[in-house]
């Protein structure tokens, strides 16, 4: 039953990522928004608005590579 509670406490944490990473990107699509009468445009922020909906399910990879990029910096300087 312990288990069970760690699971739940760690999806929940997974998925409250996964929505804040995603209202952060709402901003970067809606900067398309008003060029989505021309076909390639519309076509381009389909893909765009896919990529960002794949890439905020990995946030916490994103997450840790600008961690390791940080420490990378404080260690060679």
Avoid: C, H
């Avoid at 944490?13 to 990107?25: L, S």
């Amino acid at each position: 039953m312990l288990t069970s509670i760690w699971l739940w406490i760690g999806l929940f944490a997974y998925f409250a990522g996964v929505a804040i990473a995603w209202r952060e990107f709402q901003a970067r699509i809606q900067e398309w928004e008003e060029y989505s009468n021309f076909p390639i445009i519309w076509t381009a922020k389909i893909v765009m608005t896919a990529w960002y909906f794949l890439k905020s399910l990995i946030w916490f990879y994103d997450l840790l590579l600008e961690d390791d990029k940080a420490v990378d910096t404080v260690i060679n300087n």
